[in-house]
Nanobody, 128 residues
Framework: QVQLVESGGGSVHTGGSLRLSCAAS????????MGWFRQTPGKEREAVAI????????YYADSVKGRFTISKDGSQKKVFLQMNSLKPDDTAKYYC?????????????????????WGQGTQVTVSS
């Protein structure tokens, strides 16, 4: 069973930066989609940034464009989220997820499905 572990969350003031990391215990194959999501209590999970292993698919939520950057390392088992110019609205629990197959097909499933692997989440709190 593939396990994903996030790290890097914490508390910052408005305008601060954090870098989230996610490490998978093993590869899930040669074609995969990796992403970061966030959720606050009472709200639906939101896709924040998504990238394909080849880099041809790249998605950012409108609310984070220009401030957040998703990246991955050469092993394809780690994905990162650099978050700059943080705002209180960015406060949430952030989850990383890996899914086999294309990002387009995963998006059509609204980022769900039994084949995706999810981490336990890391809390990000931004205070004004």
């Amino acid at each position: 069973q593939v396990q994903l572990v996030e790290s890097g969350g914490g508390s910052v003031h408005t305008g601060g930066s954090l870098r989230l990391s996610c490490a998978a215990s093993e590869s899930i194959g040669s074609n995969r989609c990796m992403g970061w999501f966030r959720q606050t209590p009472g709200k639906e999970r939101e896709a924040v940034a998504i990238v394909s292993d080849g880099g041809g698919y790249l998605y950012y939520a409108d609310s984070v464009k220009g401030r957040f950057t998703i990246s991955k390392d050469g092993s394809q088992k780690k994905v990162f989220l650099q978050m700059n110019s943080l705002k209180p609205d960015d406060t949430a629990k952030y989850y990383c997820a890996f899914a086999p197959g294309s990002c387009s097909s995963w998006a059509r499933r609204r980022w769900g499905g039994d084949s995706a692997y999810w981490g336990q989440g890391t809390q990000v709190t931004v205070s004004s």
